[in-house]
Nanobody, 126 residues
Framework: QVQLVESGGGLVQAGGSLRLSCAVSGRTFSNYAMGWFRQAPGKEREFVAA????????YYADSVKGRFTISRDNAKNTVYLQMNSVKPEDTAVYYC???????????????????WGQGTQVTVSS
């Protein structure tokens, strides 16, 4: 059974930093692209960042480009989201997801991912 477990969320002041982690089990992690999405209250889930199965390419939403960095450690079966210069509008529940197919590039469509974590809350105070 594939499981994704996020951690690292919390309360942070605007301008601060936070690092989210997502540990994956039940699938050969190194063969799959990974993505981060978020959902704010009253809004639809939106794409944040993705990384290819090799880690060689990444893709970011315009709203986080230059502030957030996605990375992966295949030895630890973990994907990370480093969040710098956070803003109040970054407040949301953050979800990691694993690609449906093996050896794909970074992608922003939720339909391309088949397993999701339970989410971790990030709250940015002004």
């Amino acid at each position: 059974q594939v499981q994704l477990v996020e951690s690292g969320g919390g309360l942070v002041q605007a301008g601060g930093s936070l690092r989210l982690s997502c540990a994956v089990s039940g699938r050969t992690f190194s063969n799959y692209a990974m993505g981060w999405f978020r959902q704010a209250p009253g809004k639809e889930r939106e794409f944040v960042a993705a990384i290819s199965w090799t880690g060689g390419s990444t893709y970011y939403a315009d709203s986080v480009k230059g502030r957030f960095t996605i990375s992966r450690d295949n030895a630890k079966n973990t994907v990370y989201l480093q969040m710098n210069s956070v803003k109040p509008e970054d407040t949301a529940v953050y979800y990691c997801a694993i690609a449906r197919s093996r050896r794909t590039v970074a992608a922003d469509l939720p339909s391309l991912y088949d397993y999701w974590g339970q989410g971790t809350q990030v709250t940015v105070s002004s």
